[in-house]
């Protein structure tokens, strides 16, 4: 017997898609739950809006610095958790999904599974992984790191601080910096005025606005008097026990520059992670080195041509960053037009007949800008390959040099080398390393006839205790039975077994 749906739908991730798609689906009448890993709704780009909107006057200062698109978010959470039929379970880990709509979820030492006709995957995206000299050091973090200490737990940091990388991100942190009476002592940026100009062909009316917030943190920097380089190159981070210094290429001419904090960006691209391991289909990019789910505009998943743990059509949409970049309103539009989809399915709605309705073409709408953004801030950090002394895999402090060597010697599939060396085995599960292995074997194979695919994904995603696995609730009858197999040999009267 199959086990009955815990839902109408269920949503995975409470980012501005995961939000929009729930509050459309439960206005409609659905019974929606929704599983994140944060306690608070928000996604990293609002994360704990709510707690510090609580939390003033204390934290009108750190408001006032992040800037009023944060707090443009807090009018969406408000919506979501008021929103009737929504069954939000905050802290809680997805370590499995699979096509037919069973999700397998992790909260404290309490696991499971749950199921729904229909389920959407608003996971979010991820910084690209950005491999140089001396990244693992303490002392070296992401920009969105940074955010996450800034808006989760009020901090700012403090030193010498050297921003570097590429993309409106940077420019952005910058400025919340700034905000902060924090002044970093260089933005180091890899695109150049050639990017910018070679980009202009892709501005779009509707993305005007976008780009003049761009253009006013980029002033708003200037008048602050932070240096700026652009063209950078041949990026390290140096030090012993910690980030003491970084060199980097500018204008022909190393630079040395004394340094207690490095922050990174490359770009931002789709946390696919959930998605291939439920067998979903993938594209590799090869100009953005990164991977990106196949869906139809409307969000609905393809199954990749491989085996897979469930048979029947395809009940999983995937939605906002985690389909395609975009930000935050652009995420929020595609939610919603996702959850229209779903129910026109259920025959909640009727189905657009003819041209787009109206959430596709928000989502066009939000999403003008994003071609010109593409041109003018291509990866910079990620482009050239790391060298052989370079830890590739920082779960496993495997080098691409030790790569290197496991690909001359034959080894031309991933999970090959995963066997070998344990690349991709530690506790990100390839997040971090994957893309870059890929380009390592398309570096070896130039010709190579087929992209990349990432390591094989098999549950469970994240760590999952013994203690939650050995309770675990909401098992399909079918797939939990237990046969014992009687391989143990007969006793034989009068042997010895143990002579």
Same mark, same amino acid.
């Given at each position: 017997?199959?086990?009955?749906?815990?839902?109408?739908?269920?949503?995975?991730?409470?980012?501005?898609?995961?939000?929009?798609?729930?509050?459309?689906?439960?206005?409609?009448?659905?019974?929606?739950?929704?599983?994140?890993?944060?306690?608070?709704?928000?996604?990293?780009?609002?994360?704990? #809006?709510?707690?510090?909107?609580?939390?003033?006057?204390?934290?009108?200062?750190?408001?006032?610095?992040?800037?009023?698109?944060?707090?443009?978010?807090?009018?969406?959470?408000?919506?979501?958790?008021?929103?009737?039929?929504?069954?939000?379970?905050?802290?809680?880990?997805? &370590?499995?999904?699979?096509?037919?709509?069973?999700?397998?979820?992790?909260?404290?030492?309490?696991?499971?599974?749950?199921?729904?006709?229909?389920?959407?995957?608003?996971?979010?995206?991820?910084?690209?992984?950005?491999?140089?000299?001396? &990244?693992?050091?303490?002392?070296?973090?992401? $920009?969105?790191?940074?955010?996450?200490?800034?808006?989760?737990?009020?901090?700012?940091?403090?030193?010498?601080?050297?921003?570097?990388?590429?993309?409106?991100?940077?420019? @952005?942190?910058?400025?919340?910096?700034?905000?902060?009476?924090?002044?970093?002592?260089?933005?180091?940026?890899?695109?150049?005025?050639?990017?910018? #100009?070679?980009?202009?062909?892709?501005?779009?009316?509707?993305?005007?606005?976008?780009?003049?917030?761009?253009?006013?943190?980029?002033?708003?920097?200037?008048?602050?008097?932070?240096?700026?380089?652009?063209?950078?190159?041949?990026?390290?981070?140096?030090?012993?026990?910690?980030?003491?210094?970084? *060199? @980097?290429?500018?204008?022909?001419?190393?630079?040395?520059?004394?340094?207690? @904090?490095?922050?990174?960006?490359?770009?931002?691209?789709?946390?696919?992670?959930?998605?291939?391991?439920?067998?979903?289909?993938?594209? &590799?990019?090869?100009?953005?080195?990164?991977?990106?789910?196949?869906?139809?505009?409307?969000?609905?998943?393809?199954?990749?041509?491989?085996?897979?743990?469930?048979?029947?059509?395809?009940?999983?949409?995937?939605?906002?960053?985690?389909?395609?970049?975009?930000?935050?309103?652009?995420?929020?539009?595609?939610?919603?037009?996702?959850?229209?989809?779903?129910?026109?399915?259920?025959?909640?709605? $009727?189905?657009?007949?003819?041209?787009?309705?109206?959430?596709?073409?928000?989502?066009?709408?939000?999403?003008?800008?994003?071609?010109?953004?593409?041109?003018?801030?291509?990866?910079?950090?990620?482009?050239?390959?790391?060298?052989?002394?370079?830890?590739?895999?920082?779960?496993?402090?495997?080098?691409?040099?030790?790569?290197?060597?496991?690909?001359?010697?034959?080894?031309?599939?991933?999970?090959?080398?995963?066997?070998?060396?344990?690349?991709?085995?530690?506790?990100?599960?390839?997040?971090?390393?994957?893309?870059?292995?890929?380009?390592?074997?398309?570096?070896?194979?130039?010709?190579?006839?087929?992209?990349?695919?990432?390591?094989?994904?098999?549950?469970?995603? *994240?760590?999952?205790?013994?203690?939650?696995?050995?309770?675990?609730?909401?098992?399909?009858?079918? @797939?939990?039975?237990?046969?014992?197999?009687?391989?143990?040999?007969?006793?034989?009267?009068?042997?010895?077994?143990? $002579?």
């Amino acid at each position: 017997m199959t086990p009955a749906p815990d839902a109408d739908v269920i949503v995975i991730g409470a980012g501005p898609a995961g939000m929009s798609s729930a509050i459309e689906l439960a206005s409609a009448g659905c019974r929606v739950i929704v599983l994140d890993m944060q306690p608070l709704p928000g996604g990293q780009i609002f994360r704990s #809006l709510e707690a510090n909107m609580q939390a003033r006057p204390r934290t009108n200062a750190l408001l006032s610095a992040l800037g009023p698109t944060y707090r443009a978010g807090l009018a969406l959470i408000e919506r979501f958790q008021a929103a009737p039929g929504i069954d939000f379970r905050p802290g809680t880990t997805v &370590w499995d999904l699979r096509a037919d709509g069973t999700v397998g979820w992790l909260r404290g030492n309490a696991a499971g599974y749950l199921r729904a006709p229909h389920v959407v995957l608003a996971s979010g995206a991820m910084e690209r992984p950005t491999p140089f000299p001396g &990244w693992t050091l303490p002392g070296v973090m992401t $920009a969105g790191a940074v955010q996450t200490l800034m808006k989760a737990g009020r901090l700012k940091p403090e030193g010498r601080i050297v921003l570097a990388g590429t993309g409106p991100l940077i420019f @952005l942190l910058a400025d919340q910096l700034r905000r902060l009476g924090v002044k970093p002592a260089l933005i180091a940026r890899t695109d150049r005025l050639g990017d910018k #100009l070679a980009a202009l062909k892709q501005v779009r009316p509707a993305g005007i606005p976008a780009l003049a917030k761009g253009v006013g943190w980029l002033a708003r920097l200037r008048l602050a008097g932070i240096p700026m380089r652009t063209g950078i190159s041949g990026l390290q981070a140096l030090g012993g026990e910690h980030l003491e210094s970084v *060199r @980097l290429l500018a204008g022909g001419k190393n630079m040395d520059i004394p340094c207690d @904090l490095l922050v990174v960006h490359d770009g931002i691209v789709p946390s696919t992670d959930l998605a291939h391991a439920a067998g979903l289909a993938l594209e &590799w990019k090869r100009d953005d080195a990164s991977w990106r789910p196949r869906t139809a505009r409307d969000g609905r998943a393809q199954m990749a041509p491989c085996p897979s743990f469930t048979t029947g059509p395809c009940r999983i949409r995937i939605t906002g960053d985690a389909r395609r970049i975009g930000g935050a309103d652009a995420a929020a539009a595609h939610g919603r037009h996702a959850a229209r989809a779903i129910l026109a399915d259920l025959g909640r709605i $009727a189905r657009k007949q003819g041209g787009p309705d109206r959430t596709e073409a928000e989502v066009r709408r939000t999403l003008a800008a994003r071609p010109f953004l593409d041109a003018a801030f291509p990866p910079g950090l990620a482009a050239r390959l790391p060298d052989d002394a370079t830890i590739v895999c920082r779960c496993e402090e495997i080098t691409a040099g030790s790569l290197r060597v496991a690909i001359r010697n034959g080894a031309a599939d991933m999970n090959l080398i995963r066997g070998l060396l344990r690349c991709g085995m530690g506790p990100c599960q390839g997040r971090n390393c994957a893309a870059t292995l890929a380009r390592l074997l398309a570096e070896a194979e130039p010709g190579r006839p087929m992209p990349p695919s990432p390591f094989r994904a098999r549950p469970p995603l *994240r760590p999952l205790p013994l203690g939650a696995l050995a309770g675990m609730t909401g098992l399909d009858p079918a @797939l939990a039975q237990v046969e014992s197999l009687d391989d143990k040999p007969e006793e034989i009267a009068g042997d010895d077994v143990h $002579a």
